[in-house]
């Protein structure tokens, strides 16, 4: 048998108060007010309350990599504009954490930065050269106690 939920109780003051931090919360940070999808750039344009753009491609959004642009064009708002939803693609991204540049997971910043730092380029393989004629990446010293 299990036990009963414990009721949770708030007096008509902590209410309040709770309101007015909620309410000082929404005026103090940037709030999505509106959410489209760009195909001719392939990014996800977010407008702010504050009158700034955020602009990010779709393919670094988790769950948005494969999606159809009709998928991308249905968005939703929530909870004050602070979550943007892709109900459909089960993708859900909080704004303070866009504006951080956090698109996912741990696992999937993960994987992005792996697939960035793969990247070649004619400017990262001339300072491979640069460093390697120096002697390359120095060695590890061991520490010592």
Known sequence: ??????????????????????????KKYPRATSVRYLPSRDVIVIEMNNGATLSIPRKLMQGLEAATPAQLRRSEIWASGTILSWEELDADFKMELLLEGIFGSPRWMSALASRAGRVKSAAKTKAARINGAKGGRPRKQAVRR
């Open 1 to 26: 048998m299990t036990k009963p939920a414990k009721k949770f109780t708030m007096t008509e003051e902590e209410f309040e108060a709770a309101a007015r931090r909620g309410e000082e919360y929404l």
